[in-house]
């Protein structure tokens, strides 16, 4: 018989009145509930921490609302989410996505029947006003582990897909990528990663402007390129690696940016 791993569930905030009691209910009702729920509340300006509080309050789950004094990021907010937890494990969730109810039994199981396995991630469902500009999830017919190369060449994990061991991995502290630069930490200093195939959490995105998106690009872009030299300089991956790597990044850089303005153009010319 395996021992039961206990669980965390650390969602950071900002500004997410309209969809944190969505969030929160969805980790509230898993099959197998978590062992701590923390709320990373990032500066917000609206009731954030209050409707938090509130939901957390009414249930029988163990929780922590945690206050930032000035807009840090999602993922400095992980951070701190990370560092008050004892559980084994700890898994991410956005306040404006949910997780599917069988989330956490299902991936849980995964850690306790492999000690080896360090990190996991799933697909997702998408829920979009404009699906066709979101980057589709990567699906798979059956579970599979996970490559340093495979990873290097692109991110397989959304974030509220992931669950981890707790350890001393952190993530990085921009807006754009901090998250990939965690998962490539883990992943180039040979821990065992494994990717499930059912779709385990549902992201909700809702419409941008083509000016907004477009920036947004960029910006993941310069900070995905920016990842590589990062793990040179910390002696994870050769200096030719992180130049291959990143000229790779530029190169899938480019080709969304044409797709995406393609789109643009192309939706225009059809009114």
């Given at each position: 018989m395996t021992d039961r791993l206990t669980v965390s569930a650390i969602i950071p905030a900002y500004n997410s009145q309209e969809t944190i009691e969505r969030a929160l209910t969805s980790v509230?009702?898993?099959?197998?509930a978590p062992d701590l729920i923390v709320v990373v509340d990032d500066c917000s300006?609206?009731?954030?921490?209050?409707?938090?509080?509130?939901?957390?309050?009414?249930?029988?789950?163990?929780?922590r609302i945690l206050h930032n004094k000035i807009n840090v990021g999602p993922g400095v907010s992980r951070n701190r989410g990370i560092m008050v937890c004892d559980s084994d494990l700890v898994a991410f969730l956005d306040a404006d996505d949910i997780w599917m109810?069988?989330?956490?039994?299902?991936?849980?199981?995964?850690?306790?029947?492999?000690?080896?396995v360090f990190i996991c991630g799933h697909p997702w469902l998408l829920d979009s006003m404009n699906a066709q500009l979101i980057e589709k999830s990567i699906k798979v017919k059956k579970t599979t582990v996970l490559s340093a190369f495979s990873l290097l060449t692109r991110n397989r994990f959304s974030t509220p897909s992931v669950m981890m061991r707790r350890s001393s991995y952190r993530f990085g502290d921009g807006h754009?990528?901090?998250?990939?630069?965690?998962?490539?930490?883990?992943?180039?200093?040979?821990?065992k990663a494994l990717y499930l195939p059912d779709p385990l959490f549902m992201m909700f995105k809702p419409a941008v402007s083509s000016k907004g998106l477009s920036s947004n690009l960029f910006k993941m872009g310069r900070a995905e390129i920016s990842n590589f030299f990062t793990l040179y300089k910390e002696r994870r991956i050769s200096l030719l690696s992180a130049n291959f790597f990143a000229f790779f990044s530029f190169l899938k850089l480019c080709v969304r940016v044409f797709r995406f303005y393609f789109a643009y153009f192309w939706k225009g010319l059809k009114k």
């Open positions: 509230i009702q898993q099959e197998r300006s609206d009731n954030t921490p209050m409707l938090a509080e509130e939901i957390l309050s009414n249930n029988d789950i163990p929780y109810p069988n989330k956490i039994r299902v991936q849980a199981e995964f850690f306790e029947k492999d000690p080896g754009y990528s901090e998250d990939y630069l965690l998962w490539l930490r883990v992943v180039t200093d040979g821990n």
